[in-house]
């Protein structure tokens, strides 16, 4: 069955440094999320993408994130200037279409010290 | 504000002690409702959606329900396996999908 998968599975970054998380959605799949988990708190959605645009952002998704499809397979999520609050699980989700559901990948737990 | 509040935060059972799990939500417009099983260290792995009140949806043996107000997670004759956290996820009229915190099931032998 094919799967999301997301690299590195861990990532330890220090203050101030750019990180860029990588992600390869399901191949026919039309719709890519970034999500993140907190240690102990809820999933929460930072950005949606669709038709080589961001479609929906939250709050979370200041102008230290981007996100990139820089080919007809990746997705990434740059996080330019990290702070120690940017500690995390991140999750990416890809679905096929309007009515599907999201498929996850095993997250990259981003440590930043 | 769009929120999803699930409950109880945490269930322990014994194998085969039938339960139910809650997932409240208010949302504008709500497009699909959506339960999903995380185990540690893993991202979350899709189980149903539900789209109108008064749908149901099986698999083996959990059942969802869906009301204009809230979800139910029926878990019938648990198994050890089974064991994991429950998430339940809304999207609203936008593309965008909020999450609840999630039931801790744990089956006990």
């Known amino acids: 069955e094919p799967e999301v998968t997301q690299t590195p599975s861990h990532q330890v970054t220090q203050m101030g440094q750019e990180v860029i998380l990588r992600c390869v959605p399901i191949?026919?799949?039309?719709?890519f999320y970034w999500y993140r988990q907190i240690l102990g708190q809820k999933v929460e959605f930072l950005v949606s993408?669709?038709?080589?645009?961001?479609?929906?952002k939250s709050e979370i998704f200041d102008d230290q994130f981007s996100v990139e499809r820089p080919d007809g397979s990746n997705f990434t999520l740059k996080i330019r200037s990290t702070k120690l609050e940017d500690s995390a699980m991140y999750f990416c989700?890809?679905?096929?279409?309007?009515?599907?559901?999201?498929?996850f990948g095993d997250g990259t737990r981003l440590s930043i010290l | 504000e769009d929120q999803v509040t699930q409950s109880p935060e945490a269930l322990r059972l014994q194998e085969g002690e039938s339960s139910s799990l809650n997932c409240s939500y208010t949302?504008?417009?709500?497009?699909?409702l959506f339960w999903y099983r995380q185990d540690p260290g893993k991202g979350p792995e899709f189980l149903f959606t539900?789209?109108?009140a008064g749908e149901e949806k099986e698999k083996e043996r959990l059942k969802a329900t869906l009301t204009k107000k809230e979800s139910f997670l029926h878990i019938t004759a648990p198994k050890p396996e089974d064991s994991a956290t429950y998430l339940c996820?809304?999207?609203?009229?936008?593309?965008?999908?909020?999450f609840g915190t999630g039931t801790s099931l744990t089956v006990i032998p």
């Open positions: 989700a890809s679905r096929a279409s309007e009515g599907q559901p999201q498929h």
């Open positions: 191949s026919n799949h039309l719709y």
């Open positions: 993408f669709y038709n080589n645009e961001i479609s929906e």
């Open positions: 949302v504008s417009g709500l497009r699909g």
């Open positions: 539900l789209y109108s």
């Open positions: 996820a809304v999207q609203a009229s936008r593309n965008q999908f909020y």
